[in-house]
């Protein structure tokens, strides 16, 4: 694990949509591997957490960005097998949330979405490589796996 954040397992670890799509990415393959391990790892022993959002923007980028694109049915086949975690609906609460986050740190809505629905699920961490590695949002940490 040299130069990588330790994901402690034991409690619930949220998965941003870049950990989604490195899994499928072939471009990187260390962090291809890191990324499927980590998934496979929370499926198995229930520890992770995803959103709705988190799923469409995995859906949009997996079929229009990746030099070898999934098809829209690989994708959904994707989008079925991680679903097996659980996963965050976007609500109203939620938008409401994201919106304080927002002004309260000043990041993006999106990304205050994020950490709204990580709030919601209970989850300790945020597993991505879009916030800064280390920070706290709201009593949710920011871990980089890469």
């Not at 965050?88 to 309260?104: F, H, K, M, N, Q």
């Not at 919601?120 to 871990?143: F, K, P, S, W």
Request: proline fraction near 3%.
């Amino acid at each position: 694990m040299t130069g990588r954040t330790a994901i402690t397992t034991g409690s619930r670890d949220f998965f941003d949509a870049n950990i989604l799509v490195y899994a499928y990415d072939p471009r990187d393959r260390r962090k291809q591997r890191i990324a499927q391990r980590l998934l496979d790892d929370a499926v198995a022993n229930d520890t992770g957490v995803l959103s709705a959002q988190v799923l469409g923007e995995f859906f949009n980028v997996a079929t229009r960005r990746l030099p070898n694109r999934l098809s829209i049915e690989e994708a959904t086949q994707v989008i079925e097998e991680v679903s097996a975690l659980p996963v965050v609906p976007l609500d109203l609460s939620l938008v409401r949330r994201a919106v304080e986050t927002c002004g309260r740190y000043q990041i993006s809505y999106w990304d205050a979405l994020i950490v709204a629905a990580a709030e919601h699920a209970g989850c300790a961490r945020i597993i991505t490589e879009d916030l800064n590695a280390g920070q706290e949002y709201n009593g949710v940490v920011v871990v980089s796996p890469f």
